[in-house]
């Protein structure tokens, strides 16, 4: 069974940073592209980033590019979003999301989702 | 940037009524569609991928449909238990991967 378990969400300051992880199971994590992908309370979802299942390469949406570097270590089966510069737009439950994979190429729709780790930016 | 956007916001159906969402790309993604489910305080759930291929489990009520710009979910028979938020989301080629803004159901 695959499972998705996010941490590392809480309560930052303007300007400071967070790294959440998601830790996976059920599969075999370094053959899948993961994506984290947020949705600010009461709003809609927003794609964030994405990484291949090498670690080669890595996507951003505008708004977080700069300010956030989305990792995997395979060893341990996670992945990772390290998040700087917050601001109070930020403030959102990021969840992190399977990629689909087919026939060795991976699309960035998501088949499995964690439960979110809540991330708020108030001073 | 490819925008998607979905119409109507919400709507509100009876059980048993065929509910019809659309979204529209604002340029062509070939069938690079996704549709979720998202009920009240839940994890979203895919329903469809590549515009009409149904996700393992889902009800077969759920339909969808389209190519290029244009694409519909169908709801067949609405149930009580559709009462959530459905989402589109482009995955063509390139990032980034925008979803529709989200249209709430709800039963009358």
């Known amino acids: 069974e695959v499972q998705l378990l996010e941490s590392g969400g809480g309560l930052v300051q303007p300007g400071g940073s967070l790294r959440l992880s998601c830790a996976a199971s059920g599969f075999t994590f370094s053959n899948y592209a993961m994506s984290w992908v947020r949705q600010a309370p009461g709003k809609g979802l927003e794609w964030v980033s994405a990484i291949s299942g090498s670690g080669d390469s890595t996507y951003y949406a505008d708004s977080v590019k700069g300010r956030f570097t989305i990792s995997r270590d395979n060893s341990k089966n996670t992945l990772y979003l390290q998040m700087n510069s917050l601001r109070a737009e930020d403030t959102a439950v990021y969840y992190c999301?399977?990629?689909?994979?087919?026939?060795?190429?991976?699309?960035?729709?998501?088949?499995?989702w964690g439960q979110g780790t809540l991330v708020t930016v108030s001073s | 940037d490819i925008q998607m956007t979905q119409s109507p916001s919400s709507l509100s159906a009876s059980v048993g009524d065929r509910v019809t969402i659309t979204c529209r790309a604002s340029q062509g993604i070939r069938n690079y569609l996704a549709w979720y489910q998202q009920k009240p305080g839940k994890v979203p759930k895919l329903l469809i991928y590549a515009a009409s291929t149904l996700q393992s489990g889902v009800p077969s009520r759920f339909s969808g449909s389209g190519s290029g710009t244009d694409f519909t979910l169908t709801i067949s028979s609405l149930q009580p238990e559709d009462v959530a938020t459905y989402y589109c989301?482009?995955?063509?080629?390139?990032?980034?991967?925008?979803f529709g803004q989200g249209t709430e159901v709800e039963i009358k």
């Open positions: 989301q482009n995955y063509n080629s390139a990032p980034p991967w925008t």
């Open positions: 999301a399977k990629d689909r994979c087919s026939g060795g190429r991976c699309y960035s729709f998501h088949d499995y």
